[in-house]
Structure formats: structure tokens, C-alpha cells
């Protein structure tokens, strides 16, 4: 079955960069849009990024548009999320999904990863 797996979190200081991976198996990348959604403690579930199936089309949260840029690499079957600039109010547990399109909830994407965890502070 398809499954989704993040990593790439990391603790890094205010101003810093990290690039967070998400590896699907079982399924073609290729065949799904990708979204990278965040949860921050106390917070509701933040759809923040998504990146259509060929990349034609992308969508950003205004929280992160100029920082962030999605991609994604069919060869691989991995989507990426990099992350300039990082604030401390980007920390947060970091998910990939895929399946629907769109940012805002409710969004029905039928598969999501376990997350990757991302701390800013200094």
C-alpha cells in the first residue's frame, strides 16, 4: 500500500535553512499531487505548500510564500519541501500527504505521512 515518509527535521537557529524529504513507496509519485501541511503545539493543522502532479502548479500559505519552495523528484518518488529563513514560529511537526489538492481545511487528502519534526530557536 502507499505509504509516505518524511525526514529532514531538525533543530536549527532563527535564519537558518533545512530541506525536508518526503518518500512515497508503493505508489508512483508521479500520479499524485503532494502537499506539506504543519502542526504546531496548541495549533491547528496548517496546510502550508502543495505542488501539482507534473509541477505545473503550485500553491503557498501566505505564512510562508518567499521562504519556502516545493519541488519534487518523480525519478525518486520524493517530493521536497526546502526552508529558508526559518522563524521560530515555523516550529511545528512537519507532514507530507498526498491525493487531494489545496490548502485550506477541510481537505480531504486520503494518505499522509507520520511527520518530521522541526524546532527554530537559538
Known amino acids: 500500500q502507499l505509504q509516505l515518509v518524511e525526514s529532514g527535521g531538525d533543530l536549527v537557529q532563527p535564519g537558518g535553512s533545512l530541506r525536508l524529504s518526503c518518500r512515497m513507496s508503493?505508489?508512483?509519485?508521479?500520479?499524485?499531487?503532494i502537499a506539506w501541511f504543519r502542526q504546531a503545539p496548541g495549533k491547528e493543522r496548517e496546510g502550508i505548500s502543495c505542488?501539482?502532479?507534473?509541477?505545473?502548479?503550485?500553491l503557498y500559505a501566505d505564512s510562508v510564500k518567499g521562504r519556502f519552495t516545493i519541488s519534487r523528484d518523480n525519478a525518486k518518488n520524493t517530493a521536497y519541501l526546502q526552508m529558508n529563513s526559518l522563524e521560530p514560529e515555523d516550529t511545528a511537526v512537519y507532514y507530507c500527504?498526498?491525493?487531494?489538492?489545496?490548502?485550506?481545511?477541510?481537505?480531504?487528502?486520503?494518505?499522509w505521512g507520520r511527520g518530521t519534526r522541526v524546532t527554530v530557536s537559538s
Open positions: 505542488i501539482s502532479t507534473g509541477s505545473v502548479a503550485t
Open positions: 508503493g505508489r508512483t509519485l508521479a500520479a499524485y499531487n
Open positions: 500527504a498526498a491525493g487531494a489538492w489545496g490548502l485550506s481545511p477541510p481537505i480531504p487528502y486520503p494518505h
